[in-house]
């Protein structure tokens, strides 16, 4: 129903980049198109659109999201918030203090605005279990979730995309005065190398501040890699100064060029124009 794909991850031009590799190969891609019936006996033949019109069909996914599986934890008197997803502090304890709770059918903040983010992903899931298992006994280690960063990556065929933070669409929305910084490179060196593939990079800096806001990235396999770096300079509050300069390991068969390395050329283009 959306205007574009991946459109909670990915600013419009990535989306566009994956709708474009999808009908690369054959696929056709309708966006801003609601489902409205399945026709069908025993079995699903055809599927009718808000226009009227009717798409043949053998098989329907059906892929609209989820709640929270919470009637447990409501029973045992565990606070619900609007989403009926339960209650957590940064610990992930519940209002309970001897019950914790993580992954889907726990809520998830912001970690810029606070606000609740229904992101459901393994990776979150993971780590508020980290932080739960070292919190269970006591605050032994003082580690808390301090809001959902929404680190995410796929892949269309053979590129790769991946994101973190906030999207260009989301700051702006969020009445962020921010900054770009944008760079297209290869992810080997030299380009005539075999398997070379472009790399799309985008970043989003607080103007003032320069504190990096969010990241997105397409390319080739250490696409995936690169934004779990761009992750945590999210979560440390990172500058664009700052990552202009850090020091990186190269080899041509592993990485961009060392003086055209995507991260710290994206960050060179931001700085720039703060």
Known sequence: MADK?????????????????????????????????????????????????????????????????????????????????????????????????????????????????????????????????????????????????????????NTAFAAAGLTETQARAEGFDIVIGEFNTIDKHPGTLPNTMNVKIKLIFSRYSGVILGAQLAGGDNVGEMINILSLAIQKGTTASELTTFQVATHPLLTSSPVSYPISSAALDALSKI
Not at 41 to 66: L, N, Q, S
Not at 125 to 141: D, M, P, Q, T, W
């Open 5 to 157: 794909l991946l459109w909670q991850a990915f600013d419009p031009e990535f989306s566009d980049m994956a709708e474009t590799k999808l009908k690369e190969h054959g696929i056709k891609v309708l966006t801003g198109t609601k489902v409205t019936k399945f026709i069908g006996e025993k079995e699903v033949k055809e599927v009718e659109i808000h226009t009227g019109e009717r798409i043949k069909a053998d098989v329907v996914i059906v892929a609209m999201g989820v709640k929270p599986n919470t009637k447990l934890a409501e029973e045992a008197g565990i606070k619900l918030n609007e989403k009926g997803a339960i209650t957590v502090d940064e610990y992930m304890r519940t209002n309970d203090p001897d019950i914790f709770a993580v992954g889907d059918c726990a809520e998830k903040k912001c970690f810029f605005t606070r606000k609740n983010v229904p992101i459901l992903l393994a990776s979150i899931a993971a780590n508020e279990a980290k932080i739960a298992g070292v919190n269970a006994f006591e605050l032994r280690l003082v580690r808390e979730n301090k809001g959902t960063i929404s680190a995410f990556s796929t892949k269309i065929y």
